[in-house]
């Protein structure tokens, strides 16, 4: 999200932008404040109030809305502390969908802090690691926002902190924050954006650049997406500031595009290998398989309505236009409230212009193929309609997403409007004493009347939006036989254990979960992640062989079909493609059909420690 760099010398009527050189008057380094302490301090205890239900049992729960994402980045801390260990290449993996592997630069795998976190899962333990880094990345987006206002856009210290703690916990934050902490991992992007604007300063053009790729090759390793929507954002913001300041944007034109340029070189010098490795390694593929993502649209009612995982929401309206994801869902007083400010602000301040520029573009954008309201899908065509699937970069966009960028937007929006009613930053002016039994004059009343009111329109806007912990479930632990070790003689080197059922993003959550947390010491078919099927386009999971569609139709009808030779036979030549050691059955839910099934195809299992096991090194 773009944020402009103001001027501390200028009043609050003639604010000024300078995202392509700031020749602003420096403040003296100093250390932290109190308000900086305490505010830092507040955004770690809403962290840990996001993760409460988690740390209540953080062994053994999981999100509950979202369980499948949830174990998979257990899994991603486990793939970084692996890599690490055995010093492997972190960007592909054989230890999931084996024999084939997963390109995990083509996945959402998190290596900027997986590898370098790998340390503290290894002692702490993947389940450990995710809550622990869920709150930390919450709390660290919020704090980095708020050094970037107070640094950079206001004076107003609780203005920052009203900003940053919206831009780090805002709702369709919190909503990601279920199971998908790459996308609340947003710490490093007000540092991007910061620097962006700066690049037009004069003589710091090669500093700035390099800064500029080193953040933006690390952020590569986060989240491309989030990085994508930030670029996308950055652009609108010096565009808005072109068209408005045409002049001193063409003075500085020179300095912004070779700051621009060495930024380029220095990202593209760290990240060519893993982006080619990521487009042309293996595992690859090109696209998701019929555009899936672009007909998630934001619903226009989202905007207005008060988010699941806040004070004031209400799952039940998930039914209705809660299909796609909450990545709006500001709630109608904030709404009123930023419409309000906007207004206010937009006449005496090139910052809220911007934002006013980035809100209507990105809001409209997020709309999606068609216009959807209150769940129901209109026959208007939205912008995406007019999006070819295919498009490079944003192939893999979800419409619904680019309203993030307005979640950004409208932080930024309520610190300028704190700003402003806060007096703009301006200096203080000491006023001459007025004797004690004189009445404050009328003007200076209506005044602080109305600062008064404006502070509690936005306090009052902001409290229905106050993150609640996030719902968790209990997960019953993995096999004593898998976490004690005693597969261990089952599985040679170059062979793999097969979980009964095979993990996939729909069927095999817990055997997903055994992988983690035997330290991924033992290769598994099938898992969660997206890879190529034959056309080359991206699927989830990998393509299902005979003896996993059967397993999972089993599970399904939760009784045992007619098995044939024909079963027993692909059974085997399935077992035989994965380089299957042993199939091991845990405790499940559907243990009893399963457990028949798997004797009908390879005969009488053997009862070791607490899992039903068929030793087929024999067979294949």
Request: net charge neutral; glycine share 8%.
């Amino acid at each position: 999200m773009a944020v402009p760099v103001v001027d501390p010398s200028l009043n609050s009527s003639s604010v000024a932008v300078e995202p392509v050189a700031a020749e602003t008057p420096r403040r003296p380094r100093r250390g932290p404040s109190r308000a900086d302490v305490l505010a830092i301090a507040a955004y770690a205890l809403l962290g840990v109030l996001v993760c409460l239900n988690y740390w209540g049992d953080v062994q053994h729960r999981v999100s509950s809305h979202l369980p499948t994402d949830h174990s998979w980045f257990e899994w991603l801390f486990e793939h970084g502390a692996y890599s690490v260990r055995h010093l492997e290449n972190p960007l592909f993996t054989s230890r999931q969908n084996a024999p084939d592997g997963v390109n995990m630069m083509a996945n959402t795998s998190l290596l900027g802090v997986t590898l370098p976190l790998a340390p503290l899962t290894m002692l702490l333990g993947p389940q450990v690691m995710y809550a622990l880094y869920l709150g930390a990345a919450l709390s660290a987006t919020a704090a980095t926002s708020y050094w970037m206002l107070s640094r950079h856009l206001v004076r107003s210290r609780a203005a920052a902190f009203v900003g940053g703690a919206f831009l780090g916990f805002a709702p369709g934050i919190v909503h990601h924050a279920n199971g998908q902490p790459n996308f609340v991992s947003n710490f490093l992007l007000p540092l991007i954006v910061v620097r962006v604007l700066r690049l037009g300063e004069p003589g710091r053009w090669r500093r700035n650049g390099v800064v500029l790729g080193l953040l933006v090759a690390y952020q590569i390793f986060i989240n491309e997406e989030m990085l994508l929507l930030t670029a996308l954002a950055c652009l609108v913001v010096v565009a808005a500031y072109v068209a408005q300041r045409p002049r001193a944007a063409w003075e500085r034109a020179g300095t912004f595009l070779a700051a621009v340029g060495v930024g380029g070189a220095v990202t593209l010098l760290l990240t060519a290998y893993p982006i080619w490795f990521q487009f042309n390694g293996p595992q690859s593929y090109r696209g998701l398989q019929g555009g899936v993502f672009h007909s998630w649209g934001e619903d226009l009612m989202a905007f207005v309505t008060f988010a699941r995982d806040t004070v004031a929401g209400d799952e039940a309206v998930e039914q209705t236009i809660g299909l796609t994801e909450q990545n709006t869902w500001f709630g109608w007083p904030l709404v009123l409230v930023a419409l309000i400010a906007l207004v206010l602000l937009v006449r005496r301040s090139l910052p809220a212009r911007i934002v006013a520029v980035l809100v209507v573009l990105f809001t409209i954008a997020a709309i999606g193929p068609k216009v959807r309201f209150d769940g129901v899908e209109t026959t208007v065509n939205g912008p995406w309609a007019y999006v070819p699937d295919d498009l490079p970069l944003v192939e893999m966009m979800m419409p619904t997403r680019l309203s993030l960028v307005v979640a950004g937007a409208v932080g930024v929006l309520l610190a300028l409007a704190w700003n402003a009613l806060a007096g703009g930053g301006r200096p203080p002016v000491p006023a001459p004493r007025r004797p004690a039994d004189e009445p404050a004059p009328a003007a200076g009343r209506r005044r602080g009347w109305l600062r008064g009111l404006g502070y509690a329109a936005i306090v009052a806007a902001l409290l229905p939006l106050l993150p609640r912990p996030l719902p968790a479930q209990q997960i019953d632990p993995p096999p004593h036989f898998i976490t004690a070790g005693t597969w261990r003689p089952y599985v040679p080197d170059g062979r793999t254990l097969v979980p009964v059922p095979i993990p996939s993003n729909v069927h095999g959550l817990p055997t997903l979960r055994w992988s983690a947390l035997s330290r991924q010491e033992f290769p598994v078919p099938g898992g969660y992640f997206i890879g190529p099927n034959e056309k080359g386009e991206g699927v989830f999971g990998a393509p299902n062989r005979p003896t996993s569609t059967l397993i999972y139709a089993t599970m399904d009808a939760d009784r045992v079909p007619a098995v044939t030779d024909e079963n027993r036979r692909q059974a085997v030549e399935d077992l035989r493609f994965w380089k299957a050691s042993v199939v091991v059955l845990g405790a499940h839910p559907r243990e009893a059909v399963l457990r028949e099934l798997m004797t009908q195809l390879l005969g009488p299992p053997q009862r070791v420690d607490d899992v039903w096991l068929w030793d087929v090194r024999d067979r294949v």
